[in-house]
């Protein structure tokens, strides 16, 4: 089975795109065989990255039917060991999400043949967006240094760790209700954090239950990157996000590192042909190939397993 490498975001425009293609040829020069998947529906642009013309049928076909599967209207590259699945670029409009429609691409993508398949997926956290992240524990969420990116990256990670808990347990059970209330009842300054006060509420319920919260919890590991480094301070910045989200919510982010600002970035998509193939010898791409290499050495193979869920307009406050 392919390991899936999901790319969120809280805030838009911190480099998802960019990265995802300069990874996968990366993981494809490696020898390993990858799919990028461009899943920012409504905003697809990730052909623009790797430098493919928009004139194949992508996620938005399948969607409509148009088209059967994934697998189907996966593209060849022109670098060996990579492959593409362009999202909507022809058939705009397609954002929103039907229940059945995101469980049968979420099948597809967990059946895709490969050893990696890395989505592009849309910025922030609408559940459509992060039931996509939680396919796999391995998801990686992007920030710049920018304050309102990082406080964004940390709604991210609670909005997920409330979906990934809440999607544990059965639709209208107990545990759910006690997961929303609790997520509802202003978590932020009152000191209560999701490992230690919403597991012994769990507990309290049922020790089964607890038990089962306990372990999806610390079976998710996300890990944090951090684009468009100058300075020293914006390392502290990731380190500061890693502390607050153990102490609030009680998730080991798993920092994954930074990648340095490089004007080679912006020249790149004006040349529409990406950095590492380019240029691999400035900051970004080598960067990113030391990364790779820790990546690959630091996934977790596994998926939560989860219920599916049709209740997609409930919402928290963040
Ligand atoms: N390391 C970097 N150095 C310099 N510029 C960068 C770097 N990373 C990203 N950029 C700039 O940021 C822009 C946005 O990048 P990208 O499109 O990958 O972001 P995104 O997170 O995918 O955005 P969206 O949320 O809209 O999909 C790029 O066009 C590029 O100009
Ligand atoms: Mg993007």
Known sequence: MAIVIPIGSGKGGVGKTIFTSNLGIKLAQL???TVLIDLDLGGSNLHTCLGIKNRHSGVSSVINKQEDSLEEIMVNTEIENLFFVP???LNPGTGNLQFFTKQKLIKQINNLEADFVILDLAAGSTFNTVDF???SSNGIIFTTPETTSV???YSFIKTSVFRLLFRSFKAKSMERDIIYNFVNSKLEGSGRSFSHDLLNELYAYSKDSGEIAELKIKE???MVLINRVENQESINLGMKLRDITWKNIGIEL?????LPEDKEVQASIFRRSPVILTNPGSPFPKEL???TEKLISDIFPDQPQLYLDDDDLM???T
């Open 220 to 222: 998710f590991r996300p």
């Open 151 to 153: 406080l964004n990256a």
């Open 254 to 258: 798993n920092f994954l590192g930074h």
């Open 31 to 33: 020898g390993k065989k």
């Open 289 to 291: 190939s030391t990364l």
């Open 315 to 317: 919402t928290i406050e």
């Open 87 to 89: 999202g909507d670029t």
């Open 133 to 135: 992240f939680l396919i």
